[in-house]
């Protein structure tokens, strides 16, 4: 089974500081995104990533940047946490299908990130 | 652009009733994708389906089903006999041709809450 692992199922922040949120998968996808979740906006993309290195902003990439250094690990980064960051925070993998069109992704737990 | 609306934000049913969720969704291509995925409260989200937009047969998967008429843009997905097991929230997903490196970019609808009451 592909498996998608958040490091963390819920974090409390303060105002100010710089957040790490690590994803993990152990499939071999080409690639990772990073999803915000918020009620009655649904997901919506920050950053994705298709390869080791490469990185594509989303949606609503400010306030965040991403990382990633080996295929199986993206992180989301947040420099300087505020409190209209606090959401939940969905990390996916997924392949390159035919065409280069997407599969389907497999998704983590979530984090779910409070900012005080 | 490309969109994907799903009108019903929250739907109760009682337990073994049929319901159907909605999905409309707007594309300017003629090649994509449409997906399903379930929500349930331990929040990971779980891929249901993938259709192509080709491919308009209607699909049965035991109790769940899926209604794809492109002459509407409409991707339909119905539970029959429902269960207090599909209490969840469902999303539609949309993915077409992208610039960036050859990513199709997937937009999701706002998602659909279905609570089944025993």
């Known amino acids: 089974d592909v498996k998608v692992t958040q490091s963390s199922r819920y974090l409390v922040k303060r105002t100010g500081e710089k957040v790490f949120l690590e994803c993990v998968q152990d499939m071999d996808h080409e690639n990772m995104f990073w999803y915000r979740q918020d009620p009655g906006l649904g997901l919506r993309l920050i950053y994705f990533s298709y390869d080791v290195k490469m990185k594509e902003k989303g949606d ?40 280069k069109f997407n599969t389907e992704a497999f998704f983590g737990q979530g984090t779910r990130l409070t900012v005080v | 652009a490309q969109k994907v609306t799903q009108a019903q934000t929250e739907i109760s ?21 449409l997906f399903w ?53 469902y999303f539609c997903a949309l993915s077409e041709a992208g610039n960036s490196g050859g990513y199709q970019k997937v937009t999701f609808g706002i998602g659909t809450k279905l609570q089944v009451i025993p």
Do not use: H
Not at chain 1, 66 to 94: D, G, H, P, W
């Open chain 1, 60 to 99: 609503i990439p400010e306030g965040y940047s991403v990382s990633r250094e080996k295929k199986e690990r993206f992180s989301l980064i947040l420099e300087s946490a505020s409190t209209n960051q606090t959401s939940m925070y969905l990390c996916a993998s997924s392949l390159w299908g035919a065409n």
């Open chain 2, 13 to 33: 049913v009682v337990e073994k009733e049929d319901v159907t969720l909605d999905c409309v969704y707007e594309t300017r291509d003629t090649t994509y994708y």
């Open chain 2, 37 to 89: 995925y379930k929500q349930p409260p331990s929040g990971e989200l779980v891929f249901l389906i993938r259709r192509n937009s080709f491919d308009e047969q209607n699909e049965i998967s035991g109790r769940y089903s899926w209604n794809f008429q492109k002459s509407t843009s409409s991707f339909n997905f119905t539970i029959t006999a429902s269960q207090v097991v599909d209490s969840a929230v």
